[in-house]
């Protein structure tokens, strides 16, 4: 079957746009994950979507970071003003959590974000 | 505290030798062990992950050992091949949230 799939796969912004990125998970994961991961470094949990609770939003840097799941599936992570710091990998990742304490996750290939 | 340590930064190890990553974490609460491997370009992927009511799990040339009194654990590549050269990291969790380590960059020489 088909993994997480995200688009765009690469995408350039000048300083100050508004950028939206989308993941489309495993069918039938209920779980959904933003991260973030600057050049040669780690992994910066984001926002977390589980069914039709409410997000953990724990993560997110600033107020320009929005994120929405539509119909329990496909989500857009929304940035506001670009800024150059905003520049990074951003990683979707989806899960099924269907077996107790089952927590792995399966990651899209990212969108390369580029802030000019 | 949810404060993950991962050593060492970066590894090269010869072809046919053993890597050897550790993982340091503090919160006694977590209970899942799980090792992720990542390429260039591509997302993380699960490679072995370990429960607590064990202290070591083998898959193929890949192995967890843990620790749970000293709060560490794990992953050894033995015959460590350059295929394996990828970024590793561990991400303990107790929860729907896993905590990621820095990664160690495994660099395998032919």
């Known amino acids: 079957g088909a993994g997480v799939s995200q688009s765009p796969s690469n995408k350039v912004t000048e300083k100050g746009k508004d950028v939206e990125l989308r993941c489309d998970p495993i069918?039938?994961?209920?779980?959904l994950y933003w991260y973030r991961q600057s050049l040669g470094q780690g992994l910066e949990f984001l926002i977390y979507?589980?069914?039709?609770?409410?997000?953990?939003k724990s993560g997110l840097p600033s107020d320009r970071f929005s994120a929405e799941r539509t119909g329990g599936s496909v989500s857009t992570l929304t940035i506001q003003r670009t800024q150059q710091e905003d520049s990074a990998v951003y990683l979707c990742?989806?899960?099924?959590?269907?077996?107790?304490?089952?927590?792995?996750?399966?990651f899209g290939p990212g969108t390369r974000l580029t802030v000019t | 505290q949810q404060q993950v340590k991962q050593s060492p930064q970066s590894l090269i190890v010869q072809k046919g030798g053993i890597s050897i990553i550790n993982c340091a974490y503090e919160n006694t609460a977590f209970d899942y062990f799980p090792w992720y491997q990542q390429f260039p370009g591509k997302g993380p992927a699960l490679l072995i992950a370990?429960?607590?009511d064990v202290s070591e799990k083998k898959e193929g040339r890949f192995t967890i050992s843990f620790n749970k009194s000293a709060k560490q654990f794990s992953l050894h590549i033995m015959d460590s091949q350059p295929g394996d050269s990828a970024t590793y990291f561990c991400a303990p969790s107790g929860n729907y949230q896993l905590i990621w380590g820095a990664g160690t960059k495994l660099i395998i020489k032919p």
């Open positions: 979507f589980q069914g039709n609770s409410a997000p953990d």
């Open positions: 990742a989806s899960s099924s959590q269907q077996v107790w304490n089952s927590y792995e996750q399966y």
């Open positions: 069918s039938g994961h209920t779980a």
């Open positions: 370990i429960r607590p």
